[in-house]
């Protein structure tokens, strides 16, 4: 199970996090970013399944770790920095779609479009055959298409705890909400999605 | 919902989530992304903001009470009684103080446009209509 602080690369760095933390709350920038290094890939993979865009997501956790190093006196040291973080992370993302929805409204209004709206081209998936990677692909999309229907709490909790791996205590602390409200969306969030999995075929399509 | 149920359903699903490969992060979006961080927080010119005492903690009582003197200076010389009027009433109903505590809310950051529209001070014009309306008809303030 992936879990931000057990992730190849991360291990051995508690303590490192720590000293990191604790010069980046005096202004060192240089540590901040080194911070910044060891959660990026997670943040963005984060912030990308709740928003459904790559370039958003990118935006946003940049946006995440700013407002993260202006408010880090408001970090308390005995605290989980991930946690902490994620809640600015979840906020941020938040905010982001309350404003994406108000210029909808507007463009909707002014018959505007995005023009500038290019694609990323899609990154290379962890799976190591060429037929399983696409397999894996479909199902991948399949999902994070389901996710992006589900209303925003649920779709948070899924990505933290199935995503993330966040244990639902961390995932509550995070969202700021009690562990059995976590375990509410979860199990609201899963049975959609244990439905997708469940009919997910290969060649190509549900049952 | 049972607990029993919760965590088969939570197991399963971690399971079969870990056995499906997500979505990469493009090499090129990472790529410069914590400069970009540090180039932004240099320069902006930020350093951690120092925990700031009573000013978090009074700012929604201050944004209370410019609320409650905008109230009161739109009530009739009849609804007050003759009571001293205590001496932040007369700091709020002076029309030009008026505007400076909002302006020092703002800048707390405990006056926001949702506190704008709540009252329906939308612009400067809208305030100067509300400062306006706490004249008297001989065009001198209540309280001068």
Redesign the interface.
Known sequence: MRHPLREPGMTGNANNETDLLARAREGDIDAFSRLVELYQERAIRTAYAILGDMEDARDQAQEAFVKAYRSLSDFKVQSRFYTWFYRILLNTCKDHLRKKKVRGFVRLWTGRTDEDEAELPDAPDDAPDAAETLMGRELSAEIQKALESLPLQQRTAFALRYYEGLSVLETAESMDLSEGAVKAHLWQAGQKMKKILDAWRPDGGNR | ?KKES?DS??E???R???A???????????KG??????A???A?G??????RFAVPALAPAFAVLVLAVVVVGRLGPAARGPAPRPPYVQIASNPSNLSSEIAALRELGAWTEEDEQSVGITDDAALEELEFSGLSPSGTSEYA
Not at chain 2, 33 to 38: G, L, M, N, T
Request: proline residues 11%; hydrophobic residues 45%; aromatic residues 6%.
């Open positions: 919902m919760f359903m939570d399963s699903l971690r079969r989530l870990d499906v490969p997500r979505k990469a992060v493009p090499p090129e979006l990472l992304f914590s400069a970009s961080v540090a932004r927080l240099e902006e930020t350093r951690p903001a120092r925990r």
